[in-house]
């Protein structure tokens, strides 16, 4: 007779669980930072891509028309700006052809429309204007782009008046390429295109900022299609540094503060979504896309010397600086 043998297996040890556990732990914890910049990294290069397609398109905007789109149209805050006047050359000229350019505040097509082109990947904003913007008028649940247009930046690096004041405070300026009821050529730009900004990102939250919807404080109140409620023939150029009436709008900023500024409420002109010096910031790490008017685009880090920035974004100041970041 045969007597079966059996073989105990043995089993892991409580100790020894515990100590698989904790190296998975490990591992899960050097993997997760190190996917998470993997996965930055190419919502950087998407967001840069989103950037060089919407610069193409003001280029290919100045090829057929010989200028570039003005910045802002001022017939009413519902007339379209910028963003509207280049989508035809962003495969979206059938969304062109539906809008009322004198009203798209009201056209309806833009209500809860989600254009990828226009949205950085790595904004943790949501989509749509926010119902704490809401205050006078109904909300129509607009996209907020994360790119917006450069007017200039104040003071004028050359210390010329070319801005005007704004009765809600801050400043429009006409020292940049994209500017309130004025069309720039790119001859216009005699620093260089290599050395001027015609394109930000502004795709972030402001850090500690609590008030007028703060941390979101995007430029996109009533529409961000929108343009300005002040019609002076020539905006700045006829307007003068004193204002002149009722002046808030979107689709543009005059840089007046530091990027991704932080520490509280901004100062004027940037605390409220219908400013003229809107924060330029993002979710990136430590900086911003932007794009330069020869169509090159390039992060800018936050620690970049203010004066330089703020030359980079004016078109004729006669002092070029090279974007070396």
């Keep these: 007779m045969r007597w079966l043998s059996f073989v105990r297996r043995r089993g892991f040890t409580l100790i020894e669980l515990l100590v698989v556990i904790a190296i998975i732990a490990i591992l899960i914890a050097l993997l997760v930072p190190a996917v998470q910049k993997v996965r930055e990294a190419a919502n950087r290069m998407a967001c840069q891509n989103n950037l060089k397609q919407i610069c193409l398109a003001l280029h290919n905007h ?77 909300n129509h649940s607009h996209m907020v782009p994360s790119y917006q247009g450069i007017m200039g930046a104040y003071p004028d690096p050359a210390g010329r008046p070319n801005y005007s004041a704004s009765n809600y405070g801050g400043w429009w300026t006409n020292n940049g390429m994209l500017v309130w009821n004025q069309q720039m050529r790119f001859a216009d730009c005699t620093d260089g295109t290599s050395n001027t900004i015609v394109v930000g990102e502004q795709s972030g939250p402001v850090i500690g900022a609590n008030q007028n919807g703060g941390p979101d404080l995007r430029n996109g109140y009533y529409t961000p299609w929108g343009s300005i409620t002040n019609t002076s023939t020539q905006g700045v150029a006829s307007c003068g540094t004193g204002g002149c009436g009722d002046l808030w709008g979107t689709g543009l900023t005059a840089v007046a503060y530091k ?29 911003i896309n932007v794009a330069f008017l020869d169509g090159s685009i390039r992060y800018v880090p936050e620690t970049v010397d203010f004066l330089t920035f703020q030359r980079l974004c004016v078109r004729d100041d006669g002092q070029a600086v090279s974007a070396n970041f």
Aim: proline share 8%.
């Design 62 to 138: 100045h090829d057929t028309n010989k200028k570039l789109p003005k910045g802002q149209t001022g017939g009413g805050i519902g007339t379209a700006n910028w963003r509207i006047m280049i989508l035809p050359y962003l495969e979206q000229k059938g969304l062109y052809d539906q809008l009322n350019l004198n009203d798209v505040y009201n056209s309806a097509v833009l209500t809860n429309m989600v254009l990828p082109i226009w949205r950085c990947p790595s904004t943790s904003l949501p989509d749509l204007q926010p119902q704490s913007w809401v205050t006078w008028w109904g």
């Design 259 to 287: 990027i991704n500024y932080s520490g509280g409420n901004p100062p004027q002109g940037a605390g409220f979504t219908w400013g003229g010096n809107t924060i330029l910031n993002s979710n990136h790490t430590g900086g």
